[in-house]
């Protein structure tokens, strides 16, 4: 997986001018490094978020206000004993997780992540080289991010299959029931949007709402918008759709086998999910970036508040049951969502 | 250059995982290489600059594999091999001939490549996307809406198979217990 990036990266680099290979090779290594990290901080704030909401103090006690309980569980993650069950698909257990973590990444390869800057000349070898915002500006930006999304779940399915366990097997039935229920409502969702717009580039996306709040998609699009962070939690297996893993139902579902850092890239691979989603909602329907002054910090502020919208609804609302899902999705939402494409197209039209 | 290492790396990858799917006894494995060889196809489509068609392969075949593999899970046991019923010889004969014809004519083909002419070049400046559009919706329209009317066909199909009893419970109605039971009875 991960040569598929490098290869399909310098693809795309030759047709640009000003980008050159190793300025997409730094943002690359800064993708991993930050959003790996941020993961890692993600459990931190998901645990306080939460613990706040139920009135109680989360983590404590490691560090300042349970600062280090990060660095302590990376810890745990890293030395934990890593065991494969015995009637276990070996090859297939071991490779589930790194699909999971790479094609997460893989999507983030694609949107714009943090400001472009020039390296500055004092720094030895790489001194001038200018890293883009988006490693792989394609000009189908959006469907390749949430092709590889997709792409991504195949993770949970293999690693409950291959696992030879009951609550794993249920696990990925799970996958596969979730998968082909929010696909068509993510689809459609977006494509009222993509209408307007008319084109499937995220940089497009951004210039078409420049100007400030009252030329965001959102006011256009209220209905594509709920739509789609509706089936945006279903993609990120974010409660109350997260079926996959319910431990009162099924333990943990796909992941009940993995230990140390498989279990790790499962989560990581989750919270890059998240992220790109957020990342996604806030380009496509609340304005994206400007590059001038601040600007950059208003998107990061607009993911932040995404990140936080789904650990509210976590602490708020209960689960769904994967037939109740099911029905969601293609009696309610995809109706609503084939509605507003054609009302959209005919306003358009007049 | 990059691109001719990423050629051969998908070819080689995507014709080891195809034989893998061919071969392979263990349904797992053999899903797995499906998967994996079709997603390995998109990049093709991405090295020949058909951006668009590179993400319809990834998303299309992502969610049709997927399809496969909940079938796959409810007929098979994922983590033991499978015992396959011998198919006659002269049915194999007649199969591995005919894929070796087809073989032969797809490595001869290049030698006439100078007949072969691209009717619809890329555009500069104009996206992939928009390419394929207006190609779909003027010289191909019909064969693109006699494809959107036979997936309604398909679509009515399924919902009247598979709505038979649906008004029906299964674990409440004892009608519907009883009816299980027949069922199993003549099994």
Redesign the interface.
């Known amino acids: 997986m991960e040569?598929?990036t490098y290869?399909?990266v310098?693809?795309f680099v030759?047709n640009l001018p000003e980008v050159t290979a190793a300025g997409v090779w730094i943002k690359a290594i800064i993708i991993l490094a930050i959003i790996s990290a941020v993961a890692g901080f993600g459990t931190y704030l998901e645990r306080k978020v939460l613990a706040f909401m139920q009135r109680r103090l989360g983590p404590m006690h490691v560090g300042p206000y349970g600062l280090l309980q990060i660095i302590a569980d990376g810890i745990k993650l890293f030395t934990k004993e890593d065991i494969v069950p015995q009637?276990?698909?070996r090859?297939?257990f071991m490779?589930a997780p790194v699909i999971t973590a790479a094609t997460a990444f893989i999507a983030l390869a694609a949107v714009p992540v943090f400001p472009d800057f020039t390296v500055p000349e004092w720094i030895p070898v790489l001194g001038g080289t200018f890293v883009p915002s988006i490693a792989a500006d394609?000009?189908?930006g959006i469907?390749?991010v949430?092709?590889?999304m997709?792409?991504g779940?195949?993770g949970p399915?293999?690693a409950g299959?291959?696992q030879?366990n009951k609550w794993g097997?249920i696990g990925?039935?799970r996958t596969?029931?979730q998968?082909?229920s929010y696909?068509v409502v993510t689809g459609l969702s977006i494509l009222a949007p993509i209408m307007l717009v008319g084109?499937?580039?995220f940089v497009d996306f951004n210039n078409a709402q420049a100007g400030g709040i009252e030329n965001w998609i959102v006011w256009k699009q209220p209905v594509a918008f709920i739509l789609f962070l509706i089936a945006g939690f279903a993609e990120t297996n974010r409660t109350p759709f997260d079926l996959l893993e319910h431990e009162a139902e099924v333990v943990s579902g796909y992941a009940t086998e993995y230990s140390g850092m498989r279990w790790g890239m499962f989560f990581i691979g989750e919270y890059a999910n998240m992220i790109t989603i957020s990342i996604i909602a806030a380009i496509v329907f609340l304005g994206g970036y400007s590059e001038e002054g601040i600007g950059w910090l208003t998107i990061i502020l607009k993911v932040g508040f995404f990140f936080f919208l789904m650990l509210w609804v976590r602490a708020s609302w209960p689960h769904v049951r994967p037939d109740q899902l099911m029905w969601l999705c293609w009696k309610v939402l995809m109706p609503i969502a084939v509605i507003n494409v054609v009302i959209t197209g005919i306003v358009m039209m007049v | 250059m990059y691109e001719t290492i990423a050629f051969y790396l998908f070819s080689v990858l995507t014709i080891g995982l195809f034989l893998v799917t061919v071969l392979s006894k263990n349904v797992l494995y053999a899903m797995t290489a499906l998967a994996a060889g079709m997603v390995l196809i998109s990049g093709f489509f991405f090295i020949l600059g058909a951006d668009f068609l590179g993400v319809v392969q990834l998303i299309v075949y992502v969610g049709a594999v997927m399809a496969l593999y909940s079938f796959a899970m409810m007929f098979f046991d994922a983590t033991r091999d499978i015992k396959e019923k011998n198919t006659p010889a002269a049915l194999v004969f007649l199969l591995g001939g005919l894929s070796a014809l087809v073989l032969v004519l797809m490595f001869a083909a290049p030698i006439h490549s100078e007949a072969i002419q691209a009717f619809y070049p890329v555009h500069e400046g104009v996206g992939n996307a928009q390419d394929v559009g207006i190609v779909l919706f003027t010289k191909y329209l019909v064969p693109f809406e006699v494809a959107a009317v036979m997936l309604l066909v398909a679509m009515i199909a399924g919902i009247i198979l598979a709505g038979k009893k649906m008004d029906k419970s299964l674990t409440e109605d004892l009608n519907a217990d009883d009816e299980i039971m027949k069922q199993k009875d003549t099994k």
Do not use: C, D, P
Request: glycine share 2%; charged share 5%; hydrophobic share 65%.
């Open positions: 040569t598929v290869t399909q310098e693809t030759n009637n276990a698909n090859l297939i490779l394609l000009n189908i469907l390749f949430l092709g590889t997709a792409a779940l195949y399915l293999l299959m291959a030879a097997i990925a039935a596969a029931i998968f082909l696909e084109s499937l580039s």
